[in-house]
């Protein structure tokens, strides 16, 4: 841990976006987006090493977050009492298998991960964020959000959830100020389908091989984007995909 300040004060005076699953990917290049646009980062993640490295280049302050650890949840919030931004972004996938032979593990990894994980820290800083007068969540969702396809339904049921998770908020914060965005990617080239994959790097691999996929930081520049959209303004929903892909189901290798 980089910084750890004590319950109840602040990490600073600038605006305060916390970050989750900010040791690689998306999250990664978005904590870095926001800190170049003036936001002390507060970045979240289990690789502690990740995250302090990270918090050093950008001036922001790591502390370790497992999603899926209420208690975890709670010392990470500590001290958070305004939050500016919050990006939901901690999640991923286990698997690529059919329903019929499905891994109960591997969903039970994708809905405490995905789902539980975004409810658990949505929670804990909705006050925060209300605090703030002005504040902003972006979850991270996924095309598999909005789609289903073979042999994902542990992901895309979870993704899905997620985004319903999400979309309710809209309606229940009506009226309190805080917009909600909800950003839904095709295929970005991360350690995503590693994980996925269970470290098989050459699985991984061949997933991006024969088409451009998205950068972490083509996603985080559309993060930026929203982040620096006056109060008033809410981008409900974005999806971005690479050009060579035109659905969860349809790429330029799949025709
Ligand atoms: P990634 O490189 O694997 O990053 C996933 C991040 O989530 C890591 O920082 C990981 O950190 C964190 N994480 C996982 N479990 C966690 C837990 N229990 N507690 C806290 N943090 C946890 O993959 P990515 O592509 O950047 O994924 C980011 C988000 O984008 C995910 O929600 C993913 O579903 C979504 N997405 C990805 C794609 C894609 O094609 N890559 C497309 C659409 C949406 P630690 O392991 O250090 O905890």
């Known amino acids: 841990m980089s910084s750890s300040p004590e319950p109840g004060?602040?990490?600073?005076?600038?605006?305060?976006?916390?970050?989750?699953?900010?040791?690689?990917?998306?999250g990664a290049a978005t904590a870095r987006q926001l800190a170049s646009q003036g936001y002390h980062v507060v970045l979240g993640a289990r690789r502690t090493e990740l995250i302090d490295d990270l918090a050093a280049e950008i001036g922001g302050t790591g502390r370790r977050l497992d999603v899926t650890d209420e208690a975890s949840v709670a010392e990470f919030v500590a001290g958070l009492d305004t939050v500016h931004v919050l990006i939901n972004n901690a999640g991923g996938a286990k698997g690529l298998d059919p329903v019929a032979t499905a891994d109960l593990?591997?969903?039970?990894?994708?809905?405490e991960t995905n789902v539980l994980g975004t409810l658990r820290i949505t929670k804990a800083l909705l006050p925060a964020l209300i605090a703030s007068g002005d504040g902003l969540i972006v979850?991270?969702?996924?095309?598999?959000?909005?789609?289903?396809?073979d042999n994902g339904a542990g992901y895309t049921s979870a993704k899905h959830a997620q985004g319903v998770l999400h979309?309710?908020?809209?309606?229940?914060?009506?009226?309190?100020?805080v917009r909600l965005t909800e950003i839904a990617p095709g295929m970005v080239e991360t350690e995503f389908s590693l994980v996925r994959f269970g470290g098989d790097r050459e699985r991984a691999d061949a997933v991006y091989e024969g088409l451009t996929p998205?950068?972490?930081e083509d996603v985080a520049e559309v993060v930026g984007f929203v982040a620096s959209r006056p109060p008033h303004v809410d981008l409900d929903q974005i999806i971005l995909k690479p050009r060579d892909q035109a659905s969860a189901r349809r790429n330029i290798k799949t025709g």
């Open 139 to 149: 979850t991270i969702t996924s095309i598999a959000a909005l789609e289903a396809y």
């Open 9 to 26: 004060t602040t990490v600073t005076e600038r605006r305060i976006a916390v970050v989750t699953g900010a040791s690689s990917g998306i």
């Open 167 to 177: 979309r309710t908020l809209r309606y229940e914060l009506l009226g309190k100020p």
């Open 105 to 111: 593990d591997d969903w039970r990894w994708m809905y």
């Open 214 to 216: 998205l950068t972490a």
